[in-house]
């Protein structure tokens, strides 16, 4: 069974940059477990790291453009991290079943230079330590 280990989002709304669980450069941290619970106070992010996976699945099913804008989004300027200048970006560590190597799955999206919704996107399949 399919399972995220780690992930990593940056410039999304409240999370500026915030790791959970294991990814392919932090091995001696722990993977997210098959039931993880999010927890604090109000306004911290719990929401918005929800969000995060259904803005996720939007833009794999129809597209940036119209992710930024579905479900009250407001647009890319709205959903990148207040302050920030960068591209919104994800990494997702995950490994298709327990024995299977690891792949780490990232994507960006950001404003190119004429101003247009532009990403970019990843995959590896993660090698081995010795």
């Known amino acids: 069974m399919a399972g995220i280990e780690g992930l990593r989002i940056k410039n999304y709304r409240a999370l500026k940059d915030i790791t959970l669980g294991k990814l392919w450069n932090t091995?001696?941290?722990?993977?997210?477990?098959?039931?993880?619970?999010?927890?604090?106070?109000?306004?911290?992010?719990?929401?918005?790291?929800?969000?995060a996976f259904g803005f996720l699945s939007d833009c794999l099913k129809g597209g940036v453009e119209e992710a930024c804008d579905a479900r009250g989004r407001g647009g890319f300027e709205r959903l990148r991290s207040q302050g920030q200048e960068g591209s919104i970006e994800f990494q997702i560590y995950y490994k298709e079943d327990y024995n299977s190597r690891p792949i780490t799955y990232?994507?960006?999206?950001?404003?190119?230079?004429?101003?247009?919704?532009?990403?970019?996107?990843?995959?590896?399949l993660v090698q081995p330590f010795s």
């Open 27 to 51: 091995q001696n941290r722990d993977s997210l477990t098959p039931m993880t619970a999010v927890i604090g106070k109000n306004g911290v992010g719990k929401s918005t790291l929800f969000d």
């Open 106 to 124: 990232e994507f960006r999206y950001f404003r190119d230079k004429l101003r247009h919704l532009s990403q970019e996107e990843s995959t590896t």
